[in-house]
């Protein structure tokens, strides 16, 4: 398999990057209290980046997941607090893949132009990673549904002007709806995960909504969504990787103990050689994850996502932990990147299943094959 970027993906790649690394430093980053900043927002709009998932019949640009995997590979490797991978890469792949003609046309170019953030409000308490079990309900009426039930971890809701909630129909069918967050009803209690990403529990109480706020036959989508997020994820840990090894071995490098360079210790000389093998890894994975997360068959992708969701979650745990090590005292303390690198690392461990469950999941796979 050829793992070479084209041209035009390495310009997107590079130029990702430049302006990141211009306009999103850390300096820039600790000065964002909320977890959103407009001007960053607006900046990735400008970029184009807000229009990578949208497809090209909707005057989108129609990226491939490939695409998406090097733009989260530089977000990674700044530590970007927006909620690109909420609204620009799960958000607006739903709506693409759901909405009808009037849906898209209203909700597709306020997303890519950055005027619209939404974001999916699907987890639940109960779910335990199985994204099939949802308690949240949908009642028709005469004019529309009555929607009844809360949802956990929703990030970045607080930021956001439309709320996609899955519930079920009486007949248990899965449907999407677009609540703006300030309908009657709607009540979120906010606050900041481990990561300085900013969450909120949803409430919805007898939310009432039109019938135009449907997004039917979600089952399909809501898999294809969570597979392209996964994919993304993988991607964006490997930039924090990258990051993350690049400080340690120049803090290696800087530190002196006992009139050496502690880099000189050939004991954490091993160490580092063992975090360059978890990120060369992680590396291979998450190319796998992007070239399988749209794969026809649905046992093979789920093969493939959970092993890269494993090798990467694995990759997260141990050079997330050494850097923190190696660096000593400092490595936890606000004020070193260190260990902002090391909180997110912590959450992608974490995230759209632990590396526990994923790892069941793919013996469970090969025991059924």
Known sequence: MDFTFTDEQNMLLETTRRTLGKDYDFAARQKISDGFSATAWQGFADLGLLALQVPEADDGLGGTPVDTLLVMTAMGEALVLE????????????????????????????????????????DEAGSRFDWRQIATRATPTAEGFVIHGEKCLVAHAGSAHLLLVS???????????????????VQLVSYQTVDGVPASEVFFDQVVVTADALFDNADTALADMRDRALAAVCAEAVGILDKLLAATVQYA????????????????????????????QARSMSFLAAVRCTDVDPAQRMAALSAAKVVVGQACRFVGQQAV?????????????????????????????STDQHLEAFAAQLKAA
């Open 83 to 122: 909620p690109y991978l909420a609204s620009a890469v799960m958000a607006t792949t739903l709506i693409a893949q759901l909405g009808n003609a009037q849906q898209r046309a209203a909700l597709l170019p306020a997303l890519q132009d950055g005027t619209l953030i939404a974001v999916p409000a699907h």
């Open 167 to 185: 519930a079920r129909l009486p007949d248990d069918r899965l449907a999407v709806f677009g609540i703006p967050r300030e309908t009657p009803g």
């Open 253 to 280: 490098r800087d530190r002196q103990q006992f009139g050496v360079a502690i880099g000189k210790f050939q004991a954490l000389q091993h160490r580092m050689a063992d975090m360059v093998l978890h990120c060369e």
């Open 325 to 353: 090590q190696l660096h000593g005292g400092m490595g936890v303390t606000d004020e070193l990147i260190v260990s902002h690198y090391f909180k997110r690392l912590m959450a992608i461990e974490l995230q759209f299943g």
